[in-house]
């Protein structure tokens, strides 16, 4: 690949063999940038712009989550996406880079396979986010924008509205995120679906895989947990976290988390009926395809029967025809011939009546098979 063509990363971490072995691990995909320290990285950031920083946690002077803080206060480089390299991986540390925006850890000692996979999900995410953003399909909408000049209650009652407008999942998981923006505050939503996928969002786009995993941990806490700025919010099948609770506010703090829960019980009662209309949708289909085959088979035997009661009427009086052309060979009187043909005669009449008895029945089941067709095709309408 040519060299021009690879997309930029930088690795900054004060070891010197991990910067050698990244660089190793993938200088044949893409071009690979070092810096032994955090100032040092954020100079060459700024210089370089690269598409994705590989940032160790802990660093001399300032540590990895401190120079993340940087990278995304700085308006020229604060879409770079920050992986974040550690020999620690647990919630609260994930919790740190959630905070200052990191993208996900990369665990010491760092796997090649998991790094090149992590690194290509990241950048995969980074492309739709901007695709996303240069269409405008994550800006909030005119309606929206409008709304932020009503009370706290009116905005609520005016998302909710919108919430019961939307009739796909991801349509409501971007109107719950863009809610978030309305009231002030910023962070990732959540929706699980009913075959165990999920949509998540933040306010660039996809939600990373940092943000997903604190929205995760959280929804095993209470329905309603604040620890410092962060407030998370969890139903069944939504939920939310928010980075930037007011704390200088504490009237607005307790409001919004009370606005923010009934936002998310809306959101759940939402999503709920979405996926009863899909349900049912597909049960409907289901249920047509059923009757239509039905239809079809019952208008299979109507004919069948049909044909072969006319079928074994040709058979009778043809046996008739030949047994009194056979009865001239037999030797037998007049009178014994026309005995037995009587007889003959009379077996034939009783079946005849009773497949007219039977046609009532057959005629029932023509006009149902009848009926059917015209409700599956629409004839008559």
């Known amino acids: ?225 604040q620890y410092k700025s962060r407030l998370s919010i969890s139903y069944p099948h939504a939920r939310l976290v928010v980075v930037n609770m007011p704390l200088d506010d504490p009237d607005r703090c307790g409001r919004l988390r009370d606005h923010l829960a009934m936002l998310l019980e809306a959101a759940e009662a939402r999503l709920a009926a979405i996926n009863s209309a899909r349900l049912a949708s597909r049960r409907g289909d289901a249920i047509s395809g059923t009757i239509e085959t039905l239809t079809q088979v019952l208008a299979d035997i109507d004919h069948k029967q049909r044909q072969g009661r006319a079928d074994a009427l040709t058979v009778l009086n043809s046996v008739l025809m030949r047994l009194e052309q056979s009865l001239v060979g037999l030797g037998l009187t007049e009178r014994q011939e026309e005995a037995l043909l009587d007889l003959v005669r009379e077996g034939l009449e009783d079946v005849y009546g009773s497949q007219q008895a039977e046609a009532g029945y057959q005629d029932q089941l023509s006009a149902a098979v009848h009926g059917l067709q015209q409700a599956i095709h629409g004839g008559g309408r």
Request: hydrophobic share 40%.
């Open 1 to 225: 690949m040519d060299e021009t063509e690879r997309a930029t990363l930088l690795v900054v971490d004060d070891d010197l063999f991990m910067q050698e072995f990244i660089a190793d691990s993938l200088g044949e995909h893409y071009r690979v940038l070092c810096a032994d320290s955090a100032g040092a990285g954020l100079e060459l950031a700024r210089q370089q712009q690269p598409a994705l920083m590989l940032v160790d946690v802990q660093m001399p002077d300032m540590d990895g989550y401190a120079l993340c803080r940087e990278v995304k206060d700085d308006w020229d480089i604060s879409d770079t996406p920050v992986l974040f390299l550690s020999a620690l991986d647990g919630i609260e540390d994930r919790l740190r880079g959630f905070e200052v925006g990191g993208e996900d850890f990369v665990t010491k000692p760092v796997s090649p396979r998991i790094l090149q996979a992590k690194i290509d999900r990241v950048l995969a995410l980074q492309q739709e986010r901007h695709q996303l953003k240069s269409q405008a399909q994550y800006a909030t909408s005119t309606a929206m924008t409008a709304m932020t000049s009503m009370s706290e209650t009116g905005l609520l009652l005016e998302v909710m509205k919108r919430f019961n407008q939307c009739s796909e999942p991801r349509e409501l998981a971007q109107a719950l995120q863009e809610s978030l923006a309305l009231f002030g505050v910023d962070g990732p939503v959540e929706l699980l679906l009913s075959d165990e996928a999920s949509i998540a969002l933040n306010n660039r786009g996809p939600a990373s895989e940092l943000e997903i995993s604190v929205l995760r941990h959280m929804a095993g806490m209470d329905r309603i947990t």
